[in-house]
């Protein structure tokens, strides 16, 4: 089956900027999803088709997605910016949803 | 606006039957090219896949958890049902549901979740 392979953690400093990476086999091929959680509440999309934005999301999330990996890059973090990010695609196989193992930001 | 919520027990014996209800509104699950999916999150780790329903009874599982499961719908009441046999302790953690196709190209917006425990 497919695997999504995220960096447990990333630690960032306020007004830097965060890249949280999703390797998959030929990634590049597919549109990645990305998902934010806060602690104690469900995900939300924060980007799909692997860079756009869903109304709300602010400009600094952006996206990008090539070969075996894509990244979601939060520019000038901020502390409310701390959360559990996960990528997501369809498995074109067979349509089966699969997720990242989560990115905990760190914002310091 | 769209919402979704979860209802189903918190506790659960090992080696029962899990039924939860995904009850929506907003959206209609008659429309083509929306789906509901069942996610799950065991406390403190990542989200995990579990099945998916589609506007024509098209319906997907997760392979590794595919004979367990049973996802169903019903149009006229606006919820979609998960059924899982034989639980185990590791089947603790917070059930949600959330739609796809009602929205940007994902799953969105969730339900707030149902959490389940799993113990004798």
């Known amino acids: 089956s497919y695997v999504l392979t995220q960096p447990p953690s990333v630690s960032v400093a306020p007004g830097e900027a965060a890249h949280i990476t999703c390797g998959g086999d030929n990634i590049g091929r597919n549109s990645v999803r990305w998902y934010r959680q806060w602690p104690g509440q469900a995900p939300m999309l924060v980007l799909y088709?692997?860079?756009d934005r869903p109304s709300g999301i602010p400009e600094r999330f952006s996206g990008s997605n090539s070969a075996n990996t894509a990244t979601l890059t939060i520019s000038r973090v901020a502390a409310g910016d701390e959360a559990d990010y996960y990528c997501?695609?369809?498995?074109?196989?067979?349509?089966?949803?699969?997720f990242g193992g989560g990115t905990k930001l760190t914002v310091l | 606006q769209i919402t979704l919520k979860e209802s189903g027990p918190t506790l659960v014996k090992p080696t029962q039957t899990l039924t939860l209800t995904c009850t929506f509104s907003g959206f209609s699950l008659s429309t083509t090219g929306v789906g509901v999916a069942w996610i799950r999150q065991p406390p403190g780790k990542a989200l995990e896949w579990l099945a998916l329903?589609?506007?024509?009874?098209?319906?997907r599982y997760n392979t590794s958890l595919r004979s367990r499961l049973t996802i169903a719908k019903d149009t006229s009441k606006n919820q979609v049902v998960l059924t899982m046999t034989n639980l185990a302790p590791v089947d603790t953690g917070t059930y949600y549901c959330?739609?796809?196709?009602?929205?940007?190209?994902?799953?969105?917006?969730w339900g707030q979740g149902t959490l389940v425990t799993v113990s004798s």
């Open positions: 997501q695609v369809f498995e074109s196989s067979g349509d089966h949803v699969v």
């Open positions: 959330a739609p796809r196709g009602v929205g940007p190209a994902g799953f969105g917006p």
């Open positions: 088709d692997s860079g």
């Open positions: 329903i589609y506007w024509d009874d098209d319906t």
